[in-house]
């Protein structure tokens, strides 16, 4: 009972790591209030955990707000690529429903394919020290070479918010955001496009 309740234990690491999920899922919740700082909240949230280490030690509001300041400038500019990452190719099947049905499936295939390079770009971008077109480039690489580790990422992004709205929109607000993305985080280190 001593080793399991020890600092060294299971029972503290797992505990420690929900926590400081917890944590920083609360922090983006309200970082995003202004809907602008998305894409900074993103970036904030994916490096605080990646600095989330195996035992879940971390000192999840000042490593959030610290990242939150550094990538103001960057997270400005991811929250416009996946704006348009989003809204372009939307717009486009939309249009070719209306308009030309044939097309719209064509246009669906293709837009599967940037939807997984939308759900794996935040890593990229924030992780490696890239500028955007070299991680927009390498973003495409990955999902084009690697596509189980980018379809398994948009299966978690999927499962994990079809749970928390089929179960309890609650469970979002409290872990759900954080959960996801550290889940995206451990298949992209997996799939060989992120080291650590």
Known sequence: MKNILSIDGWYFRVFSKLANLIILNLLFIISIVPVFTLGVSIMALISSLNELKSDGTLAAYKVFTTHFKQNIKKGMILFSVELVGWFVPASLIYVSLKFIPLLSTLLMIVFS???????VFPFVYTLKNLALREAISQ????????IPYAIASFIVLVAVAYLCLKY???FIFLLGVSLIFYLQLQLVRKGGMING
């Open 113 to 119: 394919f940037f939807l997984l390079t939308l759900v």
């Open 139 to 146: 973003t495409f690489a990955f999902v084009t070479l690697k």
């Open 168 to 170: 309890s929109i609650i």
